[in-house]
Structures are given as structure tokens and as C-alpha cells.
């Protein structure tokens, strides 16, 4: 099955600190979906991305499609406490099978 | 609008002992999931159903897990008998449109089932 690497695995930083995190697959995607998961509950959607060097924001976060189409990238702005939880990325390779995630990205933040 | 509900919340069951979970897709959904989360991984898909037809389940090991979502609505997932390495949490999640490819690859989760196999 498709494989996507995701890092880094954790990261701890500042509340106002920036902060990117990328996913790369062995193929070509469609498709790249970025979706955060808090503890006790499911992941939830963010941002979805769907041609190659597409750049969408959703506040403050902004998501990229790789020129590739074999990486993406999100990146959170001015981070806040509740920005803490695992962020995961979620691809659909040009076969247009299932969606494959990513093993995520723990992001804690210190106030 | 109501989302994605699952029960139980909670699960803890001997290995060999069988265990079942439920689940109501938001409303109008006509694709629902059964995914696997072992702690520290990502979602695993067991298991996609188009209303009440099977799409995929290439990744479910039909020796002992099975699924179905009679009426096209509610759905059940059962394990038996269960290991030890069933041990994750269980996620159920829907979509709007199977015929609208970004309308379908955007999943909506439930909170999750979470299983632990002594």
C-alpha cells in the first residue's frame, strides 16, 4: 500500500512560535487533506489541497501541494495552546483509491 | 447538524471474547468508513461502504472482523474472536458524495471507540 512520511514525529514550541510540518509519499497524489486530531476525540479537517502548487489558508494555517505532487506542507502561524493536538496528513494517489494518512505530527505548546 | 456518532465510547474485553461497535453516519452521508487507529499510528481504513454496498475492505481481516450497514444507514463492526493486537481505537467516519470525488475525500469522524484487549 502507499506509504506517506510525515515529520517531524513531535515538536514542542513557544505560543506565538511558527511552525511546519511536511508529508511526503513515495507516488503522485490527487488529492492532499490535512486534518488535526485532539485527545479522546476524531481527526477533524482543516485544509484540503488538489492540484499541484495549490497554497490555501484556513486562518492561521496555510497548506501547500507540492509542485511534485509527491509532498505537502502545512504551516501554523502565531501558535497558540489550543493549537496543540496531532496533525495528520491524508493523501489519494492518481489511482483514486483509498485515502492513505500519515502517522502524524504531536505539536505541543507552551504558554 | 449532528455528527458522526459511535458507541460504546469505551471497551475492555479479554482476548477470545467477541465485541461489537455501532454507528450512525451524519445525516444524508451515503459513504461510511471503519477505520484503525493503534495508538501512535495514523487511521487505517478497514473497511468502505458505498449506502449499504461494500466498496473496500481489502484491508480487513475477515477471519474475524466483519461489518455491515444494513438499510444503508447504521453501521456494526465486530470482532471475533479478539487478539491482543486489536487493541486501538476505532473510528467511524462518513462523507457526503460518492459521485463528487472532493465531496467524498472529505471524511467527517466520529469521536472513536476505544478497545483495549487484555
Known amino acids: 500500500g502507499q506509504q506517506l512520511n510525515q515529520s517531524p514525529q513531535s515538536m514542542f514550541i513557544q505560543e506565538g512560535e511558527d511552525v511546519s510540518m511536511n508529508c511526503t509519499s513515495s507516488s503522485i497524489f490527487n488529492t492532499w487533506l490535512w486534518y488535526k486530531q485532539d485527545p479522546g476525540e476524531g481527526p477533524v479537517l482543516l485544509i484540503a489541497?488538489?492540484?499541484?502548487?495549490e497554497l490555501t489558508s484556513n486562518g492561521r494555517l496555510t497548506a501547500q501541494f507540492g509542485i511534485t505532487r509527491k509532498d505537502s506542507f502545512l504551516n501554523i502561524s502565531a501558535s497558540i495552546p489550543s493549537d496543540v493536538g496531532i496533525y495528520f496528513c491524508a493523501g489519494q494517489d492518481t489511482s483514486g483509491s483509498r485515502l492513505t494518512f500519515g502517522e502524524g505530527t504531536q505539536l505541543t505548546v507552551n504558554p | 447538524e449532528a455528527g458522526v456518532a459511535q458507541s460504546p465510547r469505551y471497551k475492555i474485553i479479554e482476548k477470545r471474547q467477541s465485541v461489537a461497535f455501532w454507528c450512525n453516519p451524519i445525516s444524508g452521508h451515503a459513504t461510511l468508513y471503519w477505520y484503525q487507529q493503534i495508538l501512535g499510528q495514523g487511521p487505517k481504513l478497514l473497511i468502505q461502504f458505498q449506502n449499504n454496498g461494500v466498496v473496500d475492505d481489502s484491508q480487513l481481516p475477515k477471519d474475524r472482523f466483519s461489518a455491515e450497514r444494513l438499510k444503508g444507514v447504521d453501521s456494526t463492526l465486530k470482532i471475533q474472536p479478539a487478539k491482543l493486537e486489536d487493541s486501538a481505537v476505532y473510528l467511524c467516519?462518513?462523507?457526503?458524495?460518492?459521485?463528487?470525488?472532493?465531496?467524498?475525500?472529505?471524511?467527517?469522524f466520529g469521536s472513536g471507540t476505544q478497545l483495549s484487549v487484555l
Open positions: 489541497l488538489y492540484k499541484a502548487g
Open positions: 467516519a462518513s462523507s457526503l458524495d460518492r459521485h463528487n470525488a472532493r465531496m467524498r475525500q472529505k471524511l467527517f
